[in-house]
């Protein structure tokens, strides 16, 4: 099947891009790296009458890492950001998960901010982006708002961006602590396809090898990925030893709601989210008491 008709035209800066986006409203959609978005078109899951292609704004295409954040522009693309070694010593979640997106020729094209703007509950960005509470910077001709990760992905494949917004940059904290270690890990049916369950942590560990800041995720088993800062923060103080990283990781399972579909069972998902959850801790437990 073909895309149904539409009109294109290409922003040369971000100032246009949301003036068009005012312009159009609900008609228009922005296209960045064309991953999910041109897929969709071509199933007419969507049908846009405007196409706003960003790709050439150059000022959304950086990365910048500042004292305590990492600033990525939205149209940096997921390839640049997963060969960047800077990033990948302060934020490096990013990289794991990265590892787990689509293909090489994907990553290539596809952008960091087309990921987040697209929400699917199983994709590994979004993931990253809840465990770590990133923040959404998005632009408008009325101006800039900023929201959580949480607050961003409202459902799936659904955010909380108006139809005038731009997503314009996305914030990733960095951990200051020297004996920081993070873990992505996950289940598909074939490398590169979207995760059935997928799960993230990052762990800091004092000098006596006893957690000072835990964080822990979990996708594919919800509307959105899900973060669950309370049991995280339950390890606190603790000596991340198995038996509390699994239960943990058993409290975190109990908490999801998957549903069935034909690639599992809520149940299968549930038994995953807990063997991830638990290989995810335990991983970034191993990278922090190494580093
Ligand atoms: C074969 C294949 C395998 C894949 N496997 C995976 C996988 O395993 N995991 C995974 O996570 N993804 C996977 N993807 C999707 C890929 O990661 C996409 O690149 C990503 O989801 C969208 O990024 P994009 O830049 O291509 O966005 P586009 O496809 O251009 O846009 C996606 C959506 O985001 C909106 N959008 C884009 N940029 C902005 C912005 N700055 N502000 C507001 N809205 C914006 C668009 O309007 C559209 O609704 C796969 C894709 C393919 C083709």
């Given at each position: 099947m073909k895309a149904a008709p539409f009109e294109y035209t290409r922003a040369a800066s971000l100032a246009e891009a949301c003036e068009l986006l005012a312009r159009h409203g609900d008609s228009a959609k922005l296209i960045a790296g064309g991953q999910s978005l041109v897929p969709m078109m071509a199933m007419r899951l969507l049908r846009p009458a405007w196409l706003v292609d960003i790709?050439?704004?150059?000022?959304?295409?950086f990365v910048r890492i500042e004292k305590d954040v990492a600033r990525i522009g939205a149209c940096t693309r997921q390839s640049v950001v997963e060969r960047d070694a800077d990033l990948a010593a302060r934020v490096p979640l990013l990289r794991q998960a990265l590892?787990?997106?689509?293909?090489a020729q994907t990553r290539n094209r596809g952008t960091i901010g087309g990921s987040l703007a697209h929400a699917?509950?199983?994709?590994e960005l979004p993931l990253a982006a809840q465990v770590l509470q990133a923040r959404a910077v998005l632009r408008s001709k009325k101006g800039a708002r900023t929201l959580e990760a949480g607050q961003f992905l409202a459902g799936p494949m659904s955010t909380?961006?108006?139809?005038?917004?731009?997503?314009e940059e996305i914030h990733w904290p960095v951990w200051?602590?020297?004996?920081t270690g993070s873990a992505f890990t996950e289940v598909a049916?074939?490398?590169?396809?979207?995760?059935?369950v997928s799960a993230a942590a990052q762990v800091a560990l004092d000098?006596?090898?006893?957690?000072t800041r835990a964080a822990l995720g979990l996708g594919g088993v919800g509307g959105t990925p899900l973060a669950f800062p309370k049991l995280a923060a339950s390890?606190?103080?603790?000596?991340?030893?198995d038996d509390a990283i699994e239960a943990i990781a058993s409290d975190a399972a109990k908490e999801t709601e998957p549903g069935n579909d034909l690639h599992a069972t809520a149940d299968y998902r549930r038994h995953l989210a807990r063997v991830l959850a638990g290989r995810a801790l335990r991983e970034a437990r191993d990278r922090a008491m190494a580093a």
């Open positions: 790709n050439e704004i150059a000022a959304m295409k590892a787990w997106v689509g293909h699917d509950p199983s994709a909380a961006a108006r139809s005038d917004e731009c997503l200051s602590e020297r004996r049916e074939r490398h590169g396809d979207f995760a059935m000098a006596e090898g006893r957690c390890l606190t103080g603790a000596t991340l030893r």
